[in-house]
């Protein structure tokens, strides 16, 4: 559950694997809604509940959003509430957008991400598992992003 680097399988039940030069034509077209899963690193547990806190930046493919943590193999109610809410409005209700879940190479987090998206609806969920580093490796640029909506929920603020 929480030994999220490691092999993955090569497809995700409902949704289509999809390679570097895939991900590169769709981002091109504007069509998909790019979803990096990466986790966040925690909120230091000593810091007050009043601080404002955010995390270091992610770095990812350009247009995409960072919904962090929501790729563990067991969600909170919180957590969970985080992903849907956000799927919502980023596909604006539309469960039939091209969603593209994604993190780092050998990662669970985008496998377990589009599944979880495949499970609550979405029909047209893409996975690419060679997420930001295989983006990085090809030649392509990264660029900074925070967390996507509410920080403290994706974050893990108590």
Request: charged letters at 20%; aromatic letters at 10%.
């Amino acid at each position: 559950m929480s030994d999220y680097r490691a092999p993955t399988p090569e497809t995700v039940p409902g949704a289509v694997t999809v390679t570097t030069a895939q991900v590169e034509a769709m981002a091109r077209s504007g069509e998909p809604i790019l979803i990096d899963v990466y986790p966040a690193p925690p909120r230091p547990a000593a810091m007050p509940a009043d601080s404002i806190w955010l995390p270091k930046a992610r770095r990812t493919l350009r247009g995409a959003v960072w919904l962090p943590n929501v790729g563990y193999g067991a969600l909170s109610a919180d957590m969970e509430r985080y992903f849907l809410d956000n799927l919502e409005r980023l596909t604006g209700g539309d469960r039939g957008r091209v969603v593209v879940f994604f993190c780092e190479p050998e990662c669970w987090m985008s496998w377990n991400a589009a599944l979880r998206a495949v499970e609550h609806g979405y029909t047209d969920v893409r996975y690419y598992p060679e997420g930001a580093g295989g983006w990085a490796a090809a030649g392509h640029p990264l660029e900074d992003v925070q967390p996507e909506g509410d920080a403290d929920a994706a974050t893990g603020k108590p």
